[in-house]
């Protein structure tokens, strides 16, 4: 099984960027679905982005609320999975989860994902 470990999460300015890295260990990540799910305070888990095989390509899928600003990529080198989060905004504010499906197909549904890290917690101020 992976264990996966989320950093660089902080406090920053409404329009500012950071990136988040989620560092797996015990298995090579690249064998899994690897997804970014975030959660607001007394909010459910929500979708972010993921990396993903379908059709025997590899494909990045984002939700709506963060596409064009955030992107999800992978070193494969570093066993690690990244989220560049660009011009964030107040309502990004939350935990940021690391995920892995060992279904390489899976998308956004959390019921898919067997392992996650503990997250990191973003706050955008405004």
């Known amino acids: 099984q992976v264990q996966l470990v989320e950093s660089g999460g902080g406090l920053v300015q409404a329009g500012n960027s950071l990136r988040l890295s989620c560092a797996a260990s015990?298995?090579?990540?690249?064998?899994?679905?690897t997804a970014w799910f975030r959660q607001a305070p007394g909010k459910e888990r929500e979708f972010v982005s993921v990396?993903?095989?379908?059709?025997?390509?590899?494909?990045?899928y984002y939700a709506d609320s963060v596409k064009g600003r955030f992107t999800i990529s992978r070193d494969n080198v570093k066993n690690t999975v990244y989220l560049q989060m660009n011009n964030l905004k107040p309502e990004d504010t939350a935990v940021y989860y690391c995920a892995a499906a060992s279904r390489r197909s899976s998308s956004d549904d959390k019921n898919d994902y067997e392992y996650w890290g503990k997250g990191t917690q973003v706050t955008v101020s405004s």
């Open positions: 990396i993903r095989w379908r059709w025997g390509a590899e494909q990045t």
């Open positions: 015990g298995r090579t990540i690249s064998s899994y679905a």
